[in-house]
């Protein structure tokens, strides 16, 4: 998920490989993570809820989605998740250490909560997306899934929370463009 540590500073004159090599160093390399991903329409009502519990050790990461009886819910790796805006690559960050990435000269200094950020394109097979990254922080900001050269999805944070001594957001939102809906992720613990 997205992480953001105060203390560390990026230069400015930072290559694509220095900012994409922060926002990896954010991301724990041992976690479990567990929350909610709520489905919502345009007006902002809920119309599927699912709790989510998503681990990562040793370099594999697991997934387990749960329905409001608690029971585990099946759902498949590829494509969004279940009917929501998520996917497996909105959850794990996994573009983000896909080895062929590069500035987006047009977009550079854009920002994103009035953070002035890099923006830096990732590409894998015949996926692309574009991220976005503080130049103060080296965090990651938001993230744009591409096809045909423009955005099909988006996934950015809302809020930031402290667990423990890592800052990270713990409320993200993630867009098809033009679906009418809108899911939320929540992190509501970290270990």
């Known amino acids: 998920m997205i992480a953001i540590l105060a203390s560390f500073l990026i230069s400015t004159n930072a290559t694509a490989h220095e900012l994409v090599a922060s926002c990896r160093s954010m991301i724990p390399a041992d976690v ?5 991903i709520v489905l919502r329409n345009r007006k902002g009502i ?4 699912y709790g989510y519990v998503l681990n990562r050790r040793a370099g594999k990461t697991d997934l387990r989605l749960t329905g409001e009886d608690g029971a585990d819910v099946p759902f498949a ?7 929501t805006d998520v996917t497996w690559s909105d959850l794990t960050l996994d573009y983000l250490w896909w080895d062929d990435f590069s500035y987006d000269a047009e977009r550079e200094g854009e920002s994103v909560h009035g953070q002035k950020c890099a923006v830096v394109v990732m590409r894998k097979g015949g ?3 574009r991220v976005w990254v503080d130049r103060k922080t080296g965090a990651l900001m938001q993230a ?10 988006r996934l950015w944070g809302t809020r930031i929370k402290k667990f423990g001594e890592r800052w990270m957001a713990n409320v993200l939102e993630v867009e098809t463009v ?3 809906h809108r899911t939320k992720i929540t992190v509501e613990a970290l270990k």
């Open 127 to 129: 996926r692309t997306v």
């Open 144 to 153: 744009e899934e591409m096809a045909d050269g423009k955005a099909v999805r």
């Open 46 to 49: 809920p119309q599927a809820e």
């Open 178 to 180: 033009g679906s009418g």
């Open 32 to 36: 479990e993570l567990s929350g909610r």
């Open 77 to 83: 790796r590829e494509g969004r998740i279940l009917g």
